[in-house]
T-cell receptor, first 113, second 117 residues
């Protein structure tokens, strides 16, 4: 598979649930990103990983917990979310951190009930 | 701080019309890169173009063209002879080449383009 793959595509979870979003890239990229896209708001950068090391945590609440076990995989662990966390969560990768275009996945549409 | 503004929230045109999407950015840096992405209903952001701050040449790719004007901090995108398949959300974005925002893509709010048959 090529590009950036995100699973699941859709997720509905209760506020007390724990779930994880998965992102996988086979592009040989060394930087990976999580973005949140809410209705009527710009895309918000949540986390940045470079060579499996977290280099940015953009004031994201602790109920979102990222994990990057290797340069091809990125996870976003979710627990005790709020309804306002419902959004499209997009994963992206780039060759390395720098002025490069990102390659995006199709996102996970999350609904918190 | 860097900021990207796309003042047009939604644009609606009829097929074959030309349409220009505006993008204005703010930066104090001299070296930066500008991007346009397309987001179709499937959700994935598709890369369209990257320009660096030292290259003000306009670019044309098929029906797409980009007008970069450093003097007005604008990087506008024109679709000529629009088609229904151009319907999507279009994002302008900015990356610094250095500093604390190095390598982090900052997006505008996006413009929803609807092309009617």
């Amino acid at each position: 598979e090529t590009g950036v793959t995100q699973t699941p595509r859709h997720l509905v979870m209760g506020m007390t649930n724990k779930k994880s979003l998965k992102c996988e890239q086979h592009l040989g990229h060394n930087a990976m990103y999580w973005y949140k896209q809410s209705a009527k708001k710009p895309l918000e950068l949540m986390f940045v990983y470079s060579l499996e090391e977290r280099v940015e945590n953009n004031s994201v609440p602790s109920r979102f917990s990222p994990e990057c076990p290797n340069s091809s995989h990125l996870f976003l662990h979710l627990h005790t979310l709020q309804p306002e966390d419902s959004a499209l969560y997009l994963c992206a990768s780039s060759p390395q951190m720098g002025p490069y275009g990102y390659t995006f996945g199709s996102g996970t549409r999350l609904t918190v009930v | 701080a860097q900021k990207v503004t796309q003042a047009q929230t939604e644009i609606s045109v009829v097929e074959k019309e030309d349409v220009t999407l505006d993008c204005v950015y703010e930066t104090r840096d001299t070296t930066y890169y500008l991007f346009w992405y397309k987001q179709p209903p499937s959700g994935e952001l598709v890369f369209l173009i990257r320009r660096n701050s030292f290259d003000e040449q306009n670019e044309i790719s098929g029906r797409y063209s980009w007008n970069f004007q450093k003097s007005t901090s604008s990087f506008n995108f024109t679709i000529t002879a629009s088609q229904v398949v151009d319907s999507a959300v279009y994002f302008c974005a900015l990356i610094f080449a250095g500093g604390t925002s190095y390598g982090k893509l900052t997006f505008g709010q996006g413009t929803i383009l609807t092309v009617h048959p």
